[in-house]
Each structure stands twice: as structure tokens, then as C-alpha cells.
């Protein structure tokens, strides 16, 4: 009797191991490895600032992963373009929780794609941790699911906006993409201004594809702008900057953290020194910040630009190896929200916290300015 209720037991017992096993598998997670899935725009104008993130990201991963892993899993990152699409996105979000099994999502962009996602993401359970260039509302729509490394674009505006005043500025405008996170940055940029009692000059739409870029720049030279808050990713943002140069403009140009100043001063020239741009990451030259340190040398090796773009996707990569550390080996999507939710943390200088209401972990903002050269100046 003893006997038979052993084998049962036991049978019971590698039946449950099975489960667990295929659970584990269709989860992303094995032994030895874990899978983290990303979706963005990795073509077009707007695709190659993505793929120099998602460079630095790598240096990261790979250097864990040379290490051993975390916890005895090596980290592998499946990337899918979207074209930055929401239709196309949530394919791939679906694609790879099925096909790629992806145990979570990491470096996720956009904000109407993300947007688009919240119903596979909350269904899936799978946590997705520091998208790139995500709208506030668009957030708000995943909180439970998405844990947001950079500070939000409401912050960033009143940041830009707060400096622009102290330095006596009132003529102010606003050169956003013509998408629903470029819509959502204009009305935060009017909010900003409306606290210093103070409306826009102008607020132009600028498409994705450059088409509109001459267009727009005369529009913002007409304006009388004295400065300019920019929203445009890519080479978008120097190539409007030359436009409205060329159409008798003289304003000051400011740049979210989603333009990149290198491209810009490439395009730009000698009349890059007027542009400055609120940056989300603290600086990546810094010789007494050691996680800036040990970027810049293996950004060196691996042949990777250093500089803003790829030192986000670095430091967002450390997040999500630290939020695996934290869950320990028992990796289950619940013990890892579990940990993001707990999570508090200072890396390169910057203060993270996802303890409170809000699914952003960073309010750090530092203004710095571009020389002709593409080099940043604190």
C-alpha cells in the first residue's frame, strides 16, 4: 500500500515537473537561458537612433552574459521591427510571446505602439521595462505592466520650459512629430508654458519621413520665435533647424532627449553651439562615475558610439539585469514584477524608484549643450 501510494506520489510529482518544465520553456526561461523580446522602429530616419540604444543595451548583456549570465542564465534579446506601427507592434508583441517565447519585453518604443499593447501585455503578464521615447498617457495605459527607466516628457518640458524663463525667454514654439506622441508632447509643452502664464508662438507637426521638414522650418521662422522646444528624432531635428535658418529665422533651438546631438552637428555645422538639449541619463564622459567608466571601455571595444543614445540603452540594460538578480532563480513573471515593484535603486549617478504610484523610475534631468564638433557641454 506504502509502495503504491509512493509511485503515485512520484508519478504526481514528475507530472507537475513536466508542467513546470514546458511552463517554464513557453515562458522564455530555461536553465540556462532567459528571452527578452523588443519591438521598435529599427528602420527608416527614425530606426537608427533605435539601433545605436539598442547597442549600448547589448554591451550590457553581453558583458553579463560572459560573466556566466544572471543567476546561470545568459540574457538573449530578441529584436522585431515595427516600423513603429501600432498594427505591426502588436504582431510582434504576440509573435514573440508565442513564437520566441519571451519571458518579459525590454527597450520597447513609441507611444501609440506601446499604447496599442497594453491588452497583450496585462493577458501575457509579461513585464516590460524601459521603453524608449513612450508618451506619459501611453504609460499610464500599461501601468501594471511597464516600468519606465527615463523621466517623463511632462518633466522634460518644464524643465526646458523653466530654463527658457530664467533666462528671460517668453517667444517660445514648439517643432514636434507628426504622431500621437508628438500631439501629446505639443499640449505638454502649452501646459509648461501656461504656468509661467505664457502661450505658444507656434506649434508645427513635423512628419516622420522628412517631408515637411522645409515647410515647418519657415513656419517657425515666421513665428519670431526667440527659442524653439523640439520632439523630432533622428535627422529630422537639424535638417527643420537649417530650414528655418534659411528662411530668415535667428531662434534658439532646445531638444528633448530624443534628439540626437551628434546627428544634429553633423547636419548643423558651425551653428550647432545653439542648441541645447534636456538630457534623461547623466553624462557618459564622466571619469568619477565607474558605471560610466565601464561603459566607455566597452562601448571602445565593441566598436560602439559613445554618447547619450547608446549610454540610455546601457543603463536601461543594468535595470533589467538588476530586476532579474532581484527576482533570484525562481523566475516567474509575478516574482519579477514583485521585484521591479520593491525596486530602488542609483546607477551612474541617477536615482531610480518604482515604490510609489508611478511606473517611472527616474525624474533626473541635466541640460547640456552641443558643440559644432557634436561633442556635449554640462
Not at 527597450?107 to 521595462?129: F, I, N, Y
Amino acid at each position: 500500500m506504502h509502495r503504491r501510494n509512493f509511485m503515485a506520489a512520484s508519478a504526481a510529482a514528475a507530472s507537475l515537473g513536466l508542467f513546470s518544465v514546458a511552463r517554464a520553456a513557453e515562458n522564455g526561461v530555461t536553465d540556462t537561458e532567459v528571452v527578452l523580446g523588443h519591438t521598435g522602429i529599427l528602420s527608416g530616419p527614425l530606426g537608427a537612433p533605435i539601433k545605436v540604444v539598442m547597442s549600448g543595451a547589448g554591451l550590457a548583456f553581453d558583458a553579463v552574459n560572459a560573466q556566466g549570465g544572471v543567476s546561470g542564465r545568459k540574457i538573449r534579446l530578441v529584436s522585431l521591427d515595427d516600423e513603429l506601427s501600432p498594427e505591426k507592434a502588436v504582431a510582434n508583441y504576440e509573435k514573440l510571446l508565442g513564437e520566441h517565447r519571451a519571458f518579459a519585453f525590454f527597450g520597447c518604443v513609441g507611444s501609440a505602439t506601446t499604447a496599442a499593447a497594453a491588452k497583450v501585455l496585462s493577458q501575457s503578464g509579461a513585464p516590460m521595462v524601459a521603453g524608449y521615447a513612450v508618451s506619459d498617457s501611453a504609460r499610464e495605459k500599461v501601468m501594471g505592466s511597464g516600468y519606465f527607466v527615463r523621466a517623463t516628457f511632462a518633466r522634460e518640458a518644464q524643465a526646458l520650459v523653466q530654463h527658457l524663463t530664467t533666462i528671460g525667454v517668453t517667444r517660445i514654439a514648439s517643432a514636434c512629430l507628426d504622431n500621437p506622441g508628438g500631439a501629446e508632447v505639443t499640449k505638454l509643452v502649452e501646459a509648461a508654458l501656461a504656468a509661467h502664464q505664457l502661450k505658444p508662438v507656434a506649434a508645427v507637426a513635423v512628419k516622420g519621413d522628412g517631408s515637411t521638414n522645409a515647410a515647418m522650418g519657415k513656419a517657425l521662422a515666421d513665428s519670431k520665435a526667440q527659442a524653439v522646444i523640439m520632439y523630432l528624432g533622428g535627422a529630422i531635428g537639424g535638417e527643420v533647424m537649417k530650414s528655418a535658418w534659411d528662411a530668415g529665422g535667428r531662434q534658439m533651438f532646445y531638444g528633448m532627449s530624443i534628439v540626437p546631438g551628434d546627428v544634429t552637428a553633423r547636419l548643423v555645422g558651425d551653428k550647432t553651439s545653439g542648441l541645447a538639449i534636456s538630457q534623461v541619463v547623466p553624462y557618459p564622459w564622466s571619469e568619477v562615475e565607474p558605471v560610466a567608466r565601464d561603459y566607455r571601455q566597452l562601448a571602445e571595444r565593441a566598436k560602439v558610439d559613445i554618447g547619450y543614445l547608446s549610454f540610455e540603452g546601457y543603463v536601461n540594460a543594468l535595470v533589467m539585469i538588476e530586476s532579474l538578480r532581484r527576482t533570484g532563480r525562481d523566475l516567474t513573471r509575478a516574482r519579477l514584477h514583485a521585484a521591479l515593484k520593491a525596486m530602488k535603486l542609483r546607477i551612474a549617478g541617477m536615482e531610480l524608484d518604482f515604490t510609489g504610484a508611478s511606473n517611472t523610475g527616474s525624474r533626473f534631468i541635466e541640460m547640456v549643450r552641443v558643440t559644432k564638433e557634436g561633442r556635449f557641454l554640462r
